[in-house]
């Protein structure tokens, strides 16, 4: 099956600092990737949607200059938490859309997530 | 605002019983919906994804239904076993703000006990 990774799979860094979290679709191509963020005990929530070669879309909330979100080819999107606070400190969760899958079953993939803990 | 619930949000059960999982969401007018599972510091694993046309969705010991009119959806594990302690997400296919994205439950946290 498709799979989705995640790097690193866990950082720690001081507050002040930036951190870049890569996600990679191994074997298939995603125009469309999203970045989501989980809470201790909570559901995933969607922060943006990562197009590739274009902006990404953020969910209203999300800052746009401090979650920075790169999607320079089909298999890489980039989630830069910049100035971290502890506050930012959560489970970041990627996800891969197989657009090449017939039917339009929205069959998503998601990466195993990586854990920032903000110092 | 699509809204999706999950009950129970926590559920311990000796091994061996059958049990079933709510979901409800507010908003009917969904793609698809899909049921995941997430053990503790891990990733997603979708277990199964029901398009809106469907009704239900079998795969080995798990079997899903879908109900959009009345916005539910249920999980059945048959047979449990402890290796299924996880926490099991629903989650539904909207449209919204012109593109499609998933919203999901809180989940429900699932303890099978040997």
């Known amino acids: 099956g498709a799979v989705v990774s995640q790097h690193p799979s866990w950082v720690i860094c001081k507050s002040g600092t930036s951190v870049k979290i890569e996600c990679r679709s191994l074997?298939?191509?995603?125009?469309?990737m999203f970045w989501y963020r989980q809470f201790p005990k909570q559901s995933l929530m969607l922060m943006a949607t990562s197009n590739e070669g274009s902006k990404a879309t953020y969910e209203q909330g999300v800052e746009k200059d401090k979650f920075l979100i790169n999607h320079a080819s089909l298999t890489l999107s980039t989630l830069t938490v910049t100035s971290a606070h502890p506050e930012d400190s959560s489970f970041y969760i990627c996800?891969?859309?197989?657009?090449?899958?017939?039917?339009?079953?929205?069959?998503?993939?998601f990466g195993p997530g990586t854990r920032l803990t903000v110092l | 605002k699509q809204e999706v619930t999950q009950i129970p949000a926590a559920l311990s059960v000796p091994e061996g019983e059958n049990l079933v999982l709510n979901c409800s969401f507010t908003d009917s007018a969904i793609y698809n919906l899909q049921w995941f599972r997430q053990d503790p510091g891990k990733g997603l694993t979708s277990l199964l994804l029901i398009q809106s046309s469907q009704r239900e969705q079998t795969s080995g010991r798990l079997n899903a239904s879908l109900d959009k009119s009345s916005g539910r959806s249920t999980l059945y594990i048959a047979a449990s076993q402890p290796g299924d302690s996880a926490t099991y997400l629903c989650a539904v296919w909207v449209l919204d703000t012109g593109r499609r994205a998933l919203t999901f439950g809180s989940g429900t946290r699932l303890q099978v006990q040997p």
């Open positions: 074997d298939f191509q995603a125009t469309t």
């Open positions: 996800s891969a859309r197989d657009e090449a899958l017939a039917g339009g079953a929205d069959t998503q993939y």
